[in-house]
């Protein structure tokens, strides 16, 4: 089975701080997605990979960077987090053409 | 743009009552359809999908058929459980893009 897994289910950062959020996954898929999830709104794409080193903004990527520097892994990163940002995040990667497979999630609070 | 259609919920219902949850998209091709289900506390697992007209999805006693001429993909189960108690998303892809997701359908099933 495929596993995306997440480095945290639950975070609470602060105003202003920098905060990363890691995703992994182990069947070698060449894309990986970042969502953000919020009620009434259901997913939306904030940046997406295709290949190492290479990456495509979403609809919402206004705040946000991502690096992929090794293909099973890929991180999002909130450059000055706002309350605005608080918000589930979900990980997903595919093979070209499939359907994606995602992680658990990590709901983020920014106080 | 393409873009997903899935009826409002919350969704509430009696088990073994008959579910339907109505999909409908917009694209200027024709994608791939799927349905994602999201139990409380997880990410999103691929519930059922098609890839053509005509064709049925199906899994764990859930249906959906790509409608061309209606441009759906209605969610249906005859004999909802108490264990379906979950978030319905509806998803279009086409090969080399991004998925599209609706906003989410809550369904409660109770005792």
Same mark, same amino acid.
């Given at each position: 089975?495929?596993? !995306? $897994?997440?480095?945290?289910?639950?975070? !609470?950062?602060?105003?202003?701080?920098?905060?990363?959020?890691?995703?992994?996954?182990?069947?070698?898929?060449?894309?990986?997605?970042?969502?953000?999830?919020?009620?009434?709104?259901?997913?939306?794409?904030?940046?997406?990979?295709?290949?190492?080193?290479?990456?495509?903004?979403?609809?919402?990527?206004?705040?946000?960077?991502?690096?992929?520097?090794?293909?099973?892994?890929?991180?999002?990163?909130?450059?000055?987090?706002? $309350?605005?940002?608080?918000?589930?995040?979900?990980?997903?990667?595919?093979?070209?053409?499939?359907?994606?497979?995602?992680?658990?999630?990590?709901?983020?609070?920014?106080? | 743009?393409?873009?997903?259609?899935?009826?409002?919920?919350?969704?509430?219902?009696?088990?073994?009552? +008959?579910?339907?949850?109505?999909?409908?998209?917009?694209?200027?091709?024709?994608?791939?359809? +799927?349905?994602?289900?999201?139990?409380?506390?997880?990410?999103?697992?691929?519930?059922?999908?098609?890839?053509?007209?005509?064709?049925?999805?199906?899994?764990?006693?859930?249906?959906?058929?790509?409608?061309?001429?209606?441009?759906? +993909?209605?969610?249906?189960?005859?004999?909802?459980?108490?264990?379906?108690?979950?978030?319905?998303?509806?998803?279009?892809? +086409?090969?080399?893009?991004?998925?599209?997701?609706?906003?989410?359908?809550?369904?409660?099933?109770?005792?």
């Amino acid at each position: 089975d495929v596993k !995306v $897994t997440q480095s945290s289910r639950y975070l !609470v950062k602060r105003t202003g701080e920098k905060v990363f959020l890691e995703c992994v996954q182990d069947m070698d898929h060449e894309n990986m997605f970042w969502y953000r999830q919020d009620p009434g709104l259901g997913l939306r794409l904030i940046y997406f990979s295709y290949d190492v080193k290479m990456k495509e903004k979403g609809d919402i990527p206004e705040g946000y960077s991502v690096s992929r520097e090794k293909k099973e892994r890929f991180s999002l990163i909130l450059e000055s987090a706002s $309350t605005n940002q608080t918000s589930m995040y979900l990980c997903a990667s595919s093979l070209v053409g499939n359907e994606q497979f995602f992680g658990p999630g990590t709901r983020l609070t920014v106080l | 743009g393409d873009s997903v259609t899935q009826m409002e919920g919350p969704v509430t219902l009696s088990e073994e009552a +008959f579910l339907t949850i109505n999909c409908t998209y917009t694209a200027t091709g024709y994608p791939s359809l +799927f349905w994602y289900v999201q139990y409380p506390g997880e990410g999103l697992q691929l519930l059922l999908k098609a890839t053509k007209a005509d064709d049925k999805g199906s899994n764990k006693g859930f249906e959906a058929t790509y409608r061309k001429e209606t441009t759906s +993909f209605h969610l249906e189960k005859g004999s909802v459980q108490v264990s379906d108690s979950a978030v319905y998303f509806c998803a279009l892809k +086409f090969t080399y893009h991004d998925m599209r997701f609706g906003a989410g359908t809550r369904l409660t099933v109770k005792p």
